[in-house]
């Protein structure tokens, strides 16, 4: 199993990028966002990996985090959606859109995803809505790239800005509020789609004050 590849990017297509390791190339592909995250031809560059095997194909995808790919590998367990799939959905939200998408029960969000229809939308958002919080717990750690460059990288090594930036979610106190939530007796589900709505009203909220918004959404309506 390859699980991640550092090396130098000696080429770039439309989905995909060649890594030179020691003078083998490897075609790794990867969705929109990742890409456009990667810095210029001939620099260092570094990806988590996942390898799909099949009887007359070995193919590499790659990830700019190691949450990232987790959300990949979650997103195939779903009837239905394949690699291509999985890349589009994580190249349209990212994994903290992913992430309060299936929270929220938002299927709208995931079929903006090109190639992915309102069946397959809605079954996302149903079948990972319990399996979710064990990744949106790892976001903290999960969130830093597979690329930490040494002083002689960064002299190569500029990253440009993502073609579509979502807000700054602070990952560790979302999965610090969730923990806290679920030690109360909430439900994985219920604990995840509240801590996901209280960080998309307040990006920047510590997680005292996520604690603290989720409670207030999941005490019960009079």
Same mark, same amino acid.
């Given at each position: &199993?390859? *699980?991640?590849?550092?090396?130098?990017?000696?080429?770039?297509?439309?989905?995909?990028?060649?890594?030179?390791?020691? *003078?083998? *190339?490897?075609?790794?592909?990867?969705?929109?966002?990742?890409?456009?995250?990667?810095?210029?031809?001939?620099?260092?560059?570094?990806?988590?990996?996942?390898?799909?095997?099949? @009887?007359? +194909?070995?193919?590499?995808? *790659?990830? @700019?985090?190691?949450? @990232?790919? @987790?959300?990949?590998?979650?997103?195939?367990?779903?009837?239905?959606?394949?690699?291509?799939? #999985?890349?589009?959905?994580?190249?349209?939200?990212?994994?903290?859109?992913?992430?309060?998408?299936?929270?929220?029960?938002?299927?709208?969000?995931?079929?903006?995803?090109?190639?992915?229809?309102?069946?397959?939308?809605?079954?996302?958002?149903?079948?990972?809505?319990?399996?979710?919080?064990?990744? &949106?717990? &790892?976001?903290?750690?999960?969130?830093?790239?597979?690329?930490?460059?040494?002083?002689?990288?960064? #002299?190569?090594?500029?990253?440009?800005?993502?073609?579509?930036?979502?807000?700054?979610?602070?990952?560790?106190?979302?999965?610090?509020?969730?923990?806290?939530?679920?030690?109360?007796?909430?439900?994985?589900?219920?604990?995840?789609?509240?801590?996901?709505? #209280?960080?998309?009203?307040?990006?920047?909220?510590?997680?005292?004050?996520?604690?603290?918004?989720?409670?207030? +959404? +999941? #005490?019960?309506?009079?």
């Amino acid at each position: &199993m390859i *699980g991640r590849l550092s090396g130098q990017l000696a080429y770039r297509g439309n989905d995909h990028v060649m890594i030179d390791v020691g *003078g083998v *190339g490897y075609l790794v592909y990867c969705s929109d966002r990742t890409l456009a995250t990667l810095p210029a031809r001939g620099a260092f560059v570094s990806l988590y990996t996942d390898l799909l095997v099949r @009887e007359d +194909l070995l193919q590499l995808f *790659g990830f @700019e985090s190691l949450v @990232e790919k @987790e959300w990949y590998r979650l997103l195939l367990t779903v009837q239905g959606v394949g690699a291509k799939a #999985a890349l589009a959905i994580l190249g349209t939200l990212g994994p903290d859109g992913v992430s309060r998408a299936i929270a929220l029960g938002d299927a709208a969000a995931v079929k903006a995803a090109p190639g992915v229809g309102p069946k397959i939308a809605q079954r996302v958002v149903n079948e990972l809505k319990d399996k979710a919080p064990s990744v &949106m717990a &790892m976001s903290g750690a999960g969130a830093q790239p597979a690329t930490t460059p040494s002083t002689a990288d960064t #002299a190569v090594l500029e990253t440009p800005a993502p073609a579509a930036p979502a807000p700054s979610i602070d990952a560790s106190a979302q999965a610090d509020a969730l923990s806290a939530l679920n030690n109360l007796g909430y439900g994985p589900s219920e604990a995840a789609s509240a801590v996901a709505q #209280a960080s998309g009203e307040a990006p920047d909220a510590d997680t005292t004050a996520l604690i603290r918004a989720a409670l207030r +959404l +999941l #005490a019960p309506k009079e």
